[in-house]
């Protein structure tokens, strides 16, 4: 049985969320930008472009030297409880 796009789409999202919501602010799993967006709220795009270029958000980690970002959960967590009124 093969679902619609737009369900598999919210079905992932729901997934990310519930995963991510078992962070706290000591956990120091390094999370992509998808786990980034479901902790802050945001969408994607708008995490990727605005988001994590704050100055004062945690800088990210690279693995490799052209592998894409990670962020430490724990810093990610500690950052959106101080900026929470400016998030949106």
Request: net charge positive; proline share 6%; charged share 25%.
């Amino acid at each position: 049985m093969e679902l619609p796009d737009k369900t598999q789409k919210e079905m992932s999202e729901a997934i990310k969320i519930m995963a991510a919501s078992a962070f706290t602010e000591k956990s120091q799993n390094l999370i992509s930008l998808d786990y980034v967006a479901a902790l802050v709220g945001c969408p994607y795009q708008h995490t990727a472009n605005v988001i994590v270029k704050q100055p004062s958000f945690p800088k990210g980690v690279r693995l490799k030297e052209k592998s894409h970002p990670r962020w430490i959960a724990g810093e990610v967590i500690r950052w959106c409880r101080i900026n929470a009124k400016r998030i949106k």
